[in-house]
């Protein structure tokens, strides 16, 4: 087996055991909503130490429902994940490019240097 492959088997059980050991240990159970996101545990913790804490600013737009904010979330992360996947396979064709332009100026020297 190649070492990339071996890197890559790994770090796929690595997300994978961070994905589900959470849930199989019972991380978590402690809690009325175990997994909520980071927004929601820091406003329990100001609401917790300081009652009258008033926020500084409210958000531009509130979504309807939390499957509407869970939906933009989704469609935030999928133009991220494309933006990046645009620009890496751009760097990868330009390599690839760049490398078969060296391959054909070294084959045409080497076909002038026979002649």
Do not use: H
């Not at 055991?17 to 996101?37: C, H, M, R, S």
């Not at 979504?63 to 509407?68: D, F, L, M």
């Amino acid at each position: 087996m190649k070492r990339n492959t071996k890197i890559n088997l790994l770090l796929l059980l690595a997300v994978v055991a961070l994905a589900v050991l959470p849930l199989a240990l019972g991380l978590g159970d402690d809690k009325e909503e175990p997994f909520t996101g980071a927004d929601g545990e820091a406003e329990t913790a100001i609401t917790e130490l300081e009652p009258d804490y008033e926020p500084w600013f409210s958000p531009l737009y509130e979504p309807p429902s939390a499957e509407i904010e869970s939906g933009l979330f989704a469609l935030q992360a999928a133009i991220g994940a494309g933006a990046l996947s645009y620009y890496f396979g751009v760097r990868r064709g330009r390599r690839q490019g760049e490398q078969r332009v060296l391959e054909r100026q070294g084959a045409e020297s080497t076909a002038d240097e026979q002649v």
